[in-house]
């Protein structure tokens, strides 16, 4: 009874459940002057909204009657809260 060798250990080939790594992807040349572009212009679009948000305070508090602007108020953060979730929950359905 002999036994044969095997060359190669059985824990060293593709179906010992390794997982095997594929090349990374090539990244384009300029590729981090865009990330830094896209995080100005976030940058931009988070000032502007900020400037809306109390904005809108000033138009309610100028448009609307003094006793009925604690109500506008309510109905303007319900509706900034809805959109918040709102974007918070598809962003997280896309990860």
Do not use: C, H
């Amino acid at each position: 009874m002999s036994e044969t060798t095997d060359p190669v250990p059985e824990s060293a080939g593709p179906q010992s459940g390794q997982i095997q790594k594929a090349p990374a992807p090539k990244k384009r040349p300029g590729a981090e002057w865009f990330s830094a572009l896209y995080a100005i212009i976030l940058l931009f679009v988070f000032i502007a909204a900020f400037q809306l948000y109390f904005s809108m305070q000033d138009i309610i508090r100028t448009w609307i009657s003094d006793q009925f602007v604690p109500v506008f108020n309510a109905v303007y953060y319900i509706v900034i809260i809805v959109i918040g979730i709102w974007l918070i929950r598809d962003y997280i359905r896309r990860q």
